[in-house]
């Protein structure tokens, strides 16, 4: 891991009703890649092909992504599925290992605060997580809803509002802009 003596890691959420809280995120990976620095990405409720799947597997071993949802479009409610519960708190725990495991500079939590919002890891769970950060640890979590702790525990946020969106014109989801 680049410069893990100098690099002094936050806390940002990127969150909201609009798009581009992932795609932020994987900028973010990106650019840090750039510099020689290594990310963790584990997203929460996909489990679908995406786009950077491939890209990361190109930039491997500098970004490693790892999925928790199941295959194909997830309809979660405020009663979950026992199966989405135990998935979610599998990929905290893969998380958890990445982050304490000093092999990466930046962990991204995707869907996180949607994770949380639909019951599926307890927003205690995810403070207990945060707590636990390594200071040269950068941490991002993403999604809608993040709660007021989450927002009050970070370092940075960003809430992404949308004004206006091609999907209210029966746009799908595109291959390589929005998955």
């Not at 491939?54 to 949802?69: M, N, V, Y």
């Not at 998380?95 to 939590?109: E, P, V």
């Not at 403070?127 to 809608?144: C, D, H, M, V």
Request: with cysteine.
């Amino acid at each position: 891991m680049k410069n893990k003596a100098k690099f002094k890691g936050y806390i940002q959420v990127y969150t909201g009703d609009g798009k581009g809280k992932t795609t932020a995120a994987l900028g973010l990976a990106l650019r840090a890649v750039g510099h020689g620095l290594k990310v963790y990405i584990g997203q929460f409720l996909k489990g679908q092909l995406y786009g950077e799947l491939s890209s990361a597997k190109k930039l491997s071993p500098d970004i490693k992504i790892e999925q928790f949802g199941r295959k194909g479009f997830v309809h979660v409610t405020k009663d979950p599925d026992e199966e989405d519960i135990k998935r979610a708190k599998r990929g905290l725990k893969k998380c958890m290992d990445a982050m304490l495991s000093q092999k990466y500079n930046i962990i991204i939590l995707d869907e996180i605060n949607v994770a949380v919002y639909f019951n599926l890891l307890s927003e205690k769970t995810i403070l207990e997580f945060l707590s636990q950060k390594p200071e040269n640890i950068e941490l991002i979590l993403t999604g809608r809803y993040a709660p007021t702790s989450f927002l009050k525990k970070a370092d940075l946020v960003t809430v992404m509002k949308e004004k206006k969106h091609y999907y209210q014109k029966g746009v799908k989801a595109r291959e390589g802009i929005e998955k």
